[in-house]
């Protein structure tokens, strides 16, 4: 596989229940970034991570567990999420971010999570 | 905090036709990137400007950065159906932190 992927695309769960986004980039890049887009606001940037290390967290919460075992992989376990969390939540990579010039995020196709 | 404002909001054109979209920021540019995104999919990079001036194309489709680097217009020659989709600009919010900031999206219908 090429490029950015994202698993599932898509997702129902309840307020209860405990799920995981999958990311896997195989671009050999470094760094790895969740985002959140809902209808009608802006792409939001949530996390960042360089190297496996978490650089930024938008204040997002607690709800939204990151993780990212290796620079190829990024996770975002949720649990007790709440109807507004539904959204399409995209995965992206980038060489990495702390160079004096600018990287390009390479995003993938999303997940669409509908919270019941 | 910065922001980038995307006009218009949507653009409905006759194939064959020229149209431009416009990002204009509240603070300077570090860098700007252009994405396009079909409806709940993913978003495919068009390119990056990064100096005042700096004018990209690729395709029938082209990008520049003002002089100021605070606004950047994107053009499409000749649309195609296959150019529809939503465009959006992109930032980095503090110079190369790789935490980018975005429009809120233009939605191009091109009808054949």
């Known amino acids: 596989e090429t490029g950015v992927t994202q698993t599932p695309r898509h997702l129902v769960m309840g307020m209860t229940n405990k799920k995981s986004l999958k990311c896997e980039q195989h671009?050999?890049?470094?760094?790895m970034y969740w985002y959140k887009q809902s209808a009608k606001k802006p792409l939001e940037l949530m996390f960042v991570y360089n190297f496996k290390e978490q650089t930024e967290n938008n204040s997002v919460p607690s709800r939204f567990s990151p993780e990212c075992p290796n620079s190829s992989h990024l996770f975002l376990h949720l649990h007790t999420l709440q109807p507004e969390d539904s959204a399409l939540y995209l995965c992206a990579s980038s060489q990495d971010h702390w160079r004096d010039y600018q990287e390009t995020q390479y995003f993938g196709p999303g997940t669409r999570l509908l919270v019941l | 905090s910065q922001e980038l404002e995307q006009s218009p909001q949507s653009l409905i054109v006759q194939e064959g036709k020229n149209l431009t979209i416009n990002c204009t920021s509240s603070k300077t540019l570090y860098g700007l990137y252009w994405y396009k995104q079909k409806y709940g999919e993913g978003l495919i990079f068009l390119m990056m400007?990064?100096?005042?001036?700096e004018e990209k194309s690729h395709e029938k489709i082209t990008a520049k950065l003002d002089e100021k680097k605070q606004q950047s217009s994107l053009h499409i020659t000749a649309s195609q159906p296959s150019h529809a989709g939503i465009y959006l600009c992109?930032?980095?919010?503090?110079?190369?932190?790789?935490?980018?900031?975005f429009g809120q999206g233009t939605t191009l219908q091109v009808k054949p």
């Open positions: 671009l050999g890049h470094n760094a």
């Open positions: 400007l990064q100096k005042g001036g």
């Open positions: 992109g930032a980095d919010a503090s110079g190369n932190t790789g935490k980018l900031i």
